[in-house]
Structures are given as structure tokens and as C-alpha cells.
């Protein structure tokens, strides 16, 4: 009967990679390797999961090379965006935003301005030109 009474105990396992020095615990090894034989639906839910975004990223756009130039129109078109250009992905409207256009707008004249003789003829050409149009847009909306 007493031993009827006698209640089960349970066993608490440290599970810790590392004892309390930094160490790797030898016994932390064991238990790896002792998990590699998950079941096979967890191994196969788990090469899913990292399968996918492989699979995402094959059927994606990719985006033009990054340089000075591509930066430049990336600012650029973000003016023309502000000055109601192009409808917005959310709301599908077209909006006017002049001051957002402003600061983009000032944004390449400090880009300018930064850059002064270390920029590529080509790149100075373009960054001057930009500057020159978005300038003379903002002039135009600014007075209607």
C-alpha cells in the first residue's frame, strides 16, 4: 500500500548547451546528435520551410544593379511621386504632396553638393540635370 502512495516523481533535465564557465557540456554533444532522429514529418516540415523562399525569390524581379546613377532617378522619381505623378499602391489616387517634393528636391542639391569632384562626368551631367527639371517643376506647382 505504501507504495501506492508513493507519488511519482519527475526527472528535470538540463538542456543547457553550456555550463555555467562557458563550456561546452560534453553531455549537450549527445543530445544533438540524439536529435538528429526527429520524425520524418518534422525533417520534411522543416526542408519545406527553407525551400519556399528559394522558390520566391526565383520567381521575383530582380532589381537593376545599385549605383550612383540608379540612386539618383530613385530620388528623382520620389519627387515626381510627391508632385502626384503616380497613384499611390494603397489608395490608388494621385496625390500632391509639395513640400515632400521640396525635400526631396534639396536632398540631391546636398547629394550635388557633397559629391562636387567625385562624381563621373556622366554622373554630374545627369545629377545637374535632374536637379535643374525637378527645380523648374517645383516653380511651376508651387505657383497653380
Known sequence: MDDEKQEK??????????????????DAQTEEAAGAGQPKA?????????EKPAAQAQDETPFPDL????????LGTSAMYHFGDFPDPATKRAERNLEAAKQTIDILGI???KTRGNLSDEE?????SLLYELRMRYVREKGT
Do not use: C, M, W
Not at 516523481?9 to 560534453?26: E, L, S, Y
Open 9 to 26: 516523481g519527475f526527472v528535470i533535465k538540463d538542456r543547457r548547451r553550456f555550463d555555467d564557465a562557458g563550456q561546452v557540456r560534453p
Open 111 to 113: 547629394l550635388k553638393d
Open 67 to 74: 549605383n550612383f546613377s540608379t540612386f539618383v532617378f530613385s
Open 42 to 50: 518534422e525533417a520534411k516540415e522543416a526542408e519545406r520551410r527553407q
Open 124 to 128: 554630374e551631367r545627369l545629377l545637374e
